[in-house]
């Protein structure tokens, strides 16, 4: 079956790939929104939704045995890993949605990398304890997101199109509980101990 141009429009060389314009491109708008959940997730780990700052020393330490305890921290509890699982699920699901046909390897590097560059900026700024523990929870939590749009996302249209949705939706009210944490009277940051207090 010929294909059939309408006028003034430009028939295709032969043996060239005709793409649609969405699939040349990730949607703008859902690129805007996994820039700003890159954001508030840059915020939360590293500054615990606090004002931005740089530590005074007492917390510049490496967690390098995942899961157990050291001379510093104890064992990893539970609910902290969990956390950071669902921290990174929905980076998972933006690389699944924005780059579907990069290989699976090289979104999971990609989430190594960046949970590493984070206990990195971490470890630099002394706002918290750099753990090996979350590098690999946040790892297996962008896993799980991209395994989410490999299962529902891929299958059809109307799949991708509600995983979208469930981002735009999540980062939207991700915003919102941020703020609202921002302003209230709760704070989460570590408490950054010198070697002056410990030796008190």
């Not at 805007?32 to 840059?42: C, D, G, N, P």
């Not at 915020?43 to 606090?50: A, H, S, V």
């Not at 050291?70 to 924005?98: C, H, I, Q, R, T």
């Not at 989410?148 to 199109?161: F, Q, T």
Request: with cysteine.
């Amino acid at each position: 079956m010929s294909n059939i141009t309408q006028p003034g429009e430009k028939m295709p060389r032969e043996g060239a790939v005709v793409t649609e314009p969405t699939e040349r491109r990730a949607p703008f708008a859902l690129g805007i929104l996994f820039a700003v959940y890159l954001a508030l997730l840059a915020w939360t780990i590293l500054f615990k939704l606090e004002v931005p700052y740089i530590g005074a020393g007492g917390l510049r330490h490496v967690k390098w045995v995942p899961f157990a305890a050291d001379d510093w921290y104890a064992a990893s509890k539970p609910l902290e890993v969990g956390a950071n699982v669902l921290l990174f699920l929905p980076f998972g699901m933006y690389l699944g949605l924005l780059w579907p046909t990069r290989t699976v390897w090289k979104h999971v590097a990609t989430l190594a990398g960046a949970s590493m560059l984070l206990e990195g900026l971490q470890y630099l700024l002394i706002v918290g304890s750099s753990d090996v523990t979350d590098v690999i929870a946040n790892t297996v939590g962008g896993a799980t997101g991209l395994l989410v749009v490999a299962l529902w996302g891929r299958r059809s249209e109307a799949g991708a199109r509600v995983l979208k949705r469930v981002c735009m939706v999540g980062t939207g009210l991700a915003v919102v509980i941020c703020l609202a944490f921002f302003f209230s009277p709760l704070h989460y940051a570590q408490r950054d101990v010198t070697l002056d207090q410990v030796v008190d």
